[in-house]
Every structure is written in structure tokens, then in C-alpha cells.
Nanobody, 120 residues
Framework: QVQLVESGGGLVQPGGSLRLSCAAS????????MGWYRQVPGKQRELVAM???????DYTDSVKGRFAITRDDAKNTVYLQMNSLKPEDTAVYYC??????????????WGQGTQVTVSS
């Protein structure tokens, strides 16, 4: 129906940068909100950043000024540029996309997750 494929995670030193990508494909009529969440073991998944269909963005306080979320609607892709990374940013990052499907209906879809590890 709809597939989300994430890429860009990895190991980076404190102060470094990574760029995550999440590409959606399938029975997509339109994409509404797109976001990134993260989760560490034993904790709830938390919203990191979100961008709506007109480009309005929102960030959790801990990443403001360091992370930037963007989207390319021609490619059905959302990005998360992460700069000045800190060890506490270590987590599995998931993209989440709210899609209107061909044939009707709106649903949220999740990516498979990508590990980001910030360590020296």
C-alpha cells in the first residue's frame, strides 16, 4: 500500500552532523504532515520535528537551533538535518507520514527506524 524507506543513520562524534531521509512510495494521493520521532530503550517514542503541508515546522525544545526538517514533495521525501549532535541525541529515529490514499482515506505510516549513535 505505502512504504517508507529511511536512510542516513550511523555513528558520529559529538559535534558532528548527519542527514536522515525518508522516502514514501505506493498508493499516495497526497502527503500531509511529515515528522521525525526518536526512541531510546525503556522510554516512550518522542516527537523530534514536524513539517506540515505548507512548510510550517515545529521542534522539540532540545533540538531547536540544531536540527532542521525539510520536505521535497516532488520526491515524497522528508529530511532531518542534524547538526551539533550530542550523546543524548542517540536513539532510533523513525519517520512518520500522514497520507491521503488513492481511493480515499487518511492514515499515518511509520518508517522502519534508523539508528543514530553519537559517541566519541
Amino acid at each position: 500500500q505505502v512504504q517508507l524507506v529511511e536512510s542516513g543513520g550511523g555513528l558520529v562524534q559529538p559535534g558532528g552532523s548527519l542527514r536522515l531521509s525518508c522516502a514514501a512510495s505506493g498508493s499516495i494521493f497526497s502527503i500531509n504532515a511529515m515528522g521525525w520521532y526518536r526512541q531510546v530503550p525503556g522510554k516512550q517514542r518522542e516527537l523530534v520535528a514536524m513539517i506540515n503541508s505548507v512548510g510550517r515546522t515545529d521542534y522539540t525544545d532540545s533540538v531547536k537551533g540544531r536540527f532542521a526538517i525539510t520536505r521535497d514533495d516532488a520526491k515524497n521525501t522528508v529530511y532531518l538535518q542534524m547538526n551539533s549532535l550530542k550523546p543524548e541525541d542517540t536513539a532510533v529515529y523513525y519517520c512518520n507520514v500522514y497520507i491521503t490514499l488513492y481511493g480515499g482515506g487518511n492514515r499515518y505510516f511509520w518508517g522502519q527506524g534508523t539508528q543514530v549513535t553519537v559517541s566519541s
